[in-house]
């Protein structure tokens, strides 16, 4: 029988709190200068793809950076790894809202996104080193999951209101006073923590790793996008080719980067590609029931954002709901209902129309939210109770890169739903109006550009194109939300196989071993 592990001290829970904050920002950085773009093309005059660029690039080198960026915090320090991240990430912010020219604004994300993939292993490693009891370290996996889940849904509110009340600049600069807080707070209450077995990175795995998922991101969305096909495949060969490499040469190097076979054991892996899942479905239609808010109910982004509190306050409810009931039901059990609750939020979509209450919306994402943050809470703590405290960064990374690959397919799969059915239904719709061709192509390439055509045309004919529009729109989300309640019904069903038999209690680790040693 072995000695109980200690329990957290007052330092520590103080600790989490400023673990928290980075955490929220960075995932609130991903979608806070969404609602932004019409005031920053006016005043920097973007080209489409720069406005892509814009928004994309920070996640595009977020998710490329992590499994790297993790192997260094266990190399040279968690802690040191978040501080020297919080200073790249207040520079990039400062760099972004001095911005004069597109390239400047694009740079200056893109190095937010070299500060995030620094920080956000290191939150999630530190918070399983900080708190080795099970019972505790579950209530801190759901602070950590509460405040990535209200990052998530709150980007939107919080640059909406930003940026109406202030400026799209004002949007950056908030990063600052949290990462002054961090640098004063951070040496004080976090504990220095490391790999002791990783002597040395090996470097041909951090550019496998790199090009691997910067180039399977990459032409994820610019497949998605549907022009440039040739060039996204032959990144996506690229991408697929250098993570094959980088998994064979991770199972021969006596000290991988990242220990794939920590897939063996069923525990994480199951969690692993149940976040995965469940992300993909939660990100995809969310990005679609938010379009519907402004585009078809013509709220503005304040208005907007007043209908997206409710999913912020259950996206922070969730992950301690969980926390509570998992001490009377099996974790497994947890996770699938919590995401057969998001499916029933998806489900709502069809009761859609042009002229329903923001109210719908506001329940359907809120039940989204209060269900997918359950099963992410319990997944994020099964995941890292499935390994040693030192194997906490891989972990960490493989727990964020999944979450960031489940953001950009669901985003380009789901979105790609949207886009083709609207496309497909104003495009045979339109042709019964007898619209110049240019017009109606136009109408029929998003909802924002039919509004534009509606506007020009004026009386019966732009009223009739755009009635066209609001409907092919609201069926679409009826569709794309029809398909997410479908992925989190299969995740359900994942997570009550995979996960089943995990122990609420005790650390995964050492029962994972009868199963596979999970780690090399």
Same mark, same amino acid.
Request: aromatic letters at 6%; proline letters at 5%; charged letters at 10%.
């Given at each position: +029988?072995?000695?109980?592990?200690?329990?957290?001290?007052?330092?520590?829970?103080?600790?989490?709190?400023?673990?928290?904050?980075?955490?929220?920002?960075?995932?609130?950085?991903?979608? %806070?200068?969404?609602?932004?773009?019409?005031?920053?093309?006016?005043?920097?005059?973007?080209?489409?793809?720069?406005?892509?660029?814009?928004?994309?690039?920070?996640?595009?080198?977020?998710?490329?950076?992590?499994?790297? +960026?993790?192997?260094?915090?266990?190399? #040279?320090?968690?802690?040191?790894?978040?501080?020297?991240?919080?200073?790249?990430?207040?520079?990039?912010? &400062?760099?972004?809202?001095?911005?004069?020219?597109?390239?400047?604004? @694009?740079?200056?994300?893109?190095?937010?996104?070299?500060?995030?993939?620094?920080?956000?292993?290191?939150?999630?490693?530190?918070?399983?080193?900080?708190?080795?009891?099970?019972?505790?370290?579950?209530?801190? +996996?759901?602070?950590?999951?509460?405040?990535?889940?209200?990052?998530?849904?709150?980007?939107?509110?919080?640059?909406?209101?930003?940026?109406?009340?202030?400026?799209?600049?004002?949007?950056?600069?908030?990063?600052?006073? %949290?990462?002054?807080?961090?640098?004063?707070?951070?040496?004080?209450?976090?504990?220095?923590?490391?790999?002791?077995?990783?002597?040395?990175?090996?470097?041909?795995?951090?550019?496998?790793?790199?090009?691997?998922?910067?180039?399977?991101?990459?032409?994820?969305?610019?497949?998605?996008?549907?022009?440039?096909?040739?060039?996204?495949?032959?990144?996506?060969?690229? *991408?697929?080719?250098?993570? %094959?490499?980088?998994?064979? =040469?991770?199972?021969?190097?006596?000290?991988?980067?990242?220990?794939?076979? /920590?897939?063996?054991?069923?525990?994480?892996?199951?969690?692993?590609?149940?976040?995965?899942?469940? @992300?993909?479905?939660?990100?995809?239609?969310?990005?679609?029931?938010?379009?519907?808010?402004?585009?078809?109910?013509? /709220?503005?982004?304040?208005?907007?954002? &007043?209908?997206?509190?409710?999913?912020?306050? #259950?996206?922070?409810?969730?992950?301690?709901?969980?926390?509570?009931?998992?001490?009377?039901?099996?974790?497994?059990?947890?996770?699938? &209902?919590?995401?057969?609750?998001?499916?029933?939020?998806?489900?709502?979509?069809?009761?859609?129309?042009?002229?329903?209450?923001?109210?719908?919306?506001?329940?359907?994402?809120?039940? &989204?939210?209060?269900?997918?943050?359950?099963?992410?809470?319990?997944?994020?703590?099964? @995941?890292?109770?499935?390994?040693?405290?030192?194997?906490?960064?891989?972990?960490?990374?493989?727990?964020? !890169?999944?979450?960031?690959?489940?953001?950009?397919?669901?985003?380009?799969?789901?979105?790609?739903?949207?886009?083709?059915?609207?496309? =497909?239904?104003?495009?045979?719709?339109?042709?019964?109006?007898?619209?110049?061709?240019?017009?109606?192509? =136009?109408?029929?390439? !998003?909802?924002?550009?039919?509004?534009?055509?509606?506007?020009?045309?004026? *009386?019966?004919?732009?009223?009739?194109?755009?009635?066209?529009?609001?409907?092919?729109? !609201?069926?679409?989300?009826?569709?794309?939300?029809?398909?997410?309640? *479908?992925?989190? +019904?299969?995740?359900?069903?994942?997570?009550?196989?995979?996960? =089943?038999?995990?122990?609420?209690?005790?650390?995964?680790? %050492?029962?994972?071993?009868?199963?596979?040693?999970?780690?090399?």
């Amino acid at each position: +029988m072995t000695d109980a592990p200690p329990r957290a001290t007052l330092k520590s829970w103080i600790g989490l709190a400023v673990l928290a904050l980075p955490l929220l920002l960075i995932t609130i950085d991903g979608t %806070v200068l969404v609602l932004g773009l019409p005031a920053i093309s006016a005043e920097l005059s973007p080209t489409g793809v720069e406005q892509l660029w814009m928004i994309d690039i920070y996640s595009l080198v977020l998710a490329g950076l992590l499994v790297a +960026m993790s192997a260094l915090g266990d190399r #040279f320090g968690r802690r040191r790894n978040l501080l020297i991240g919080a200073v790249i990430f207040a520079i990039a912010s &400062v760099s972004g809202a001095l911005a004069t020219e597109p390239w400047m604004l @694009i740079g200056a994300r893109a190095l937010l996104g070299v500060g995030g993939a620094i920080m956000m292993p290191s939150t999630l490693a530190l918070v399983r080193t900080m708190f080795l009891d099970r019972q505790q370290r579950r209530y801190a +996996m759901a602070v950590w999951a509460a405040m990535a889940s209200v990052g998530a849904a709150a980007g939107p509110l919080v640059g909406g209101w930003v940026i109406e009340t202030f400026s799209w600049q004002a949007a950056l600069l908030m990063n600052i006073p %949290v990462m002054i807080a961090l640098l004063i707070l951070g040496p004080a209450l976090l504990p220095e923590s490391r790999n002791p077995d990783l002597h040395r990175v090996d470097v041909p795995s951090i550019v496998l790793s790199l090009v691997g998922m910067v180039g399977v991101v990459y032409a994820i969305k610019t497949l998605a996008g549907g022009k440039g096909v040739g060039l996204g495949l032959a990144v996506l060969a690229v *991408g697929l080719a250098a993570v %094959v490499v980088f998994v064979r =040469r991770q199972l021969v190097l006596p000290a991988p980067l990242l220990d794939v076979r /920590l897939f063996a054991v069923r525990y994480f892996r199951g969690a692993v590609i149940g976040d995965l899942l469940s @992300i993909f479905a939660m990100v995809g239609a969310l990005v679609a029931l938010v379009q519907h808010l402004q585009l078809v109910l013509g /709220l503005t982004p304040i208005q907007a954002s &007043v209908w997206l509190i409710p999913q912020a306050i #259950f996206a922070a409810a969730a992950a301690f709901a969980a926390a509570m009931l998992v001490k009377r039901f099996a974790p497994a059990r947890v996770v699938a &209902v919590g995401l057969l609750v998001a499916a029933a939020g998806f489900g709502l979509t069809v009761f859609l129309t042009p002229t329903s209450s923001p109210a719908l919306i506001a329940t359907s994402l809120a039940l &989204v939210a209060l269900g997918a943050g359950m099963g992410l809470a319990l997944s994020n703590d099964i @995941i890292m109770s499935s390994v040693e405290p030192r194997r906490a960064g891989q972990a960490a990374a493989i727990s964020e !890169t999944a979450y960031e690959l489940g953001t950009t397919l669901g985003t380009a799969v789901l979105g790609s739903v949207l886009v083709s059915w609207y496309t =497909r239904t104003v495009t045979a719709e339109a042709a019964a109006l007898d619209l110049p061709a240019s017009l109606a192509e =136009r109408a029929a390439s !998003t909802m924002a550009e039919a509004l534009l055509v509606a506007a020009e045309l004026g *009386g019966s004919a732009g009223a009739a194109i755009l009635g066209i529009a609001q409907a092919a729109f !609201t069926d679409a989300i009826t569709v794309t939300g029809i398909a997410g309640a *479908g992925v989190m +019904m299969i995740a359900a069903i994942w997570a009550l196989v995979t996960l =089943r038999g995990a122990s609420p209690h005790e650390d995964l680790a %050492v029962e994972s071993a009868n199963e596979k040693e999970p780690v090399a």
